[in-house]
């Protein structure tokens, strides 16, 4: 099937280049993008975005099509932060995506201190070596493993496949998790839910920030990183240097709205808008 919407308020490129998502690649007009065992073919045409897909509801929630972005574009113009209206304006096509919770405890664990195309290489070779096989549109492709899965590898698996360090945090949070499941998490308050996932061997502040944004759709969280503390200190003349601190300065400054402009303002500085 294919599902259709306003391309003003979703841009294919600024949605899947943002760092939120890593398992997808370019392809014809748009993008082939994978989450947990699906796929999809997503592309912009004229003065339209275009989801071509197996399941259509999947990818209707995935790609967040029932919330009003006009709304929040605006909301983050009203703050009349200069950096924060360019990315607005000129990124009111980036969406926030409502991932697989497991998918991106394990893909923001292998994402710090590392680059994009290592994140995306690593997890590629894990979904290859241990997920199930999948076809969409007449090619084949790797389906996300389970935890159970990817606790069988063991360690070794992890180092031999360049995850470097994080091969025992793989290891050890995927055997907790095949062991204890991750449902109690979903019904946590945000607070509790950072306090729980920093409990997992290999998760630190940002990292559990990014997993409760990006994974269980927390959109109060603001995940600090390098990018994130040069506009503070550049466009809010910030002066506080525990990564911390600053974090709470944002959620306390945007609320229940700090995802979207964290996403804006990460948008505008990292496109020198």
């Known amino acids: 099937m ?4 306003d391309a003003h308020y979703f841009s294919p490129r600024d949605t899947l280049e943002c760092g939120q998502i890593f398992r997808f690649t370019p392809y014809g007009e748009g993008y082939r993008v994978y989450s947990a065992d699906k796929a999809c073919y997503v592309y912009t045409r004229g003065n339209t975005t275009y989801i071509e897909c197996d399941d259509g509801e999947y990818f209707y929630n995935f790609f967040d099509l029932g919330r009003d972005y006009a709304e929040i574009n605006d909301k983050a113009k009203s703050y009349n932060v200069p950096l924060l209206t360019r990315g607005a304006e000129l990124g009111a096509g980036l969406r926030l995506l409502n991932q697989s919770a497991e998918e991106m405890i394990y893909s923001f664990i292998i994402s710090q201190n590392n680059n994009i195309p290592r994140i ?3 997890i590629e070779r894990i979904c290859r070596a241990l997920g199930d096989e999948s076809e969409f549109g007449g090619e084949k492709y790797s389906a996300f493993p389970s935890s159970a899965a990817l606790a069988a590898a063991g360690a070794p698996f992890y180092k031999n496949i360049g995850a470097g360090y994080r091969d025992e945090y793989l290891a050890k949070t995927s055997a907790r998790i095949a062991a204890e499941g991750i449902e109690k998490l979903f019904a946590l308050p945000t607070a509790e839910l950072k306090k729980e996932l920093l409990t997992y061997t ?3 502040p940002k990292v559990a920030d990014c997993i409760s944004l990006f994974g269980f759709a927390r959109r109060e969280c603001f995940p600090v990183d390098t990018w994130i503390e040069k506009l503070y200190r550049e466009d809010f003349g910030g002066t506080l240097k525990d990564r911390n601190k600053i974090n709470f300065y944002f959620c306390n400054l945007f609320g229940k709205d700090a995802g ?5 303002l990460f948008y505008a500085k990292r496109e020198n808008l």
Do not use: C, E, R, V
């Open 2 to 5: 294919t599902i259709d919407y």
């Open 120 to 122: 995306k290489g690593i």
């Open 202 to 204: 290999g998760i630190g």
């Open 260 to 264: 979207y402009m964290q996403q804006y």
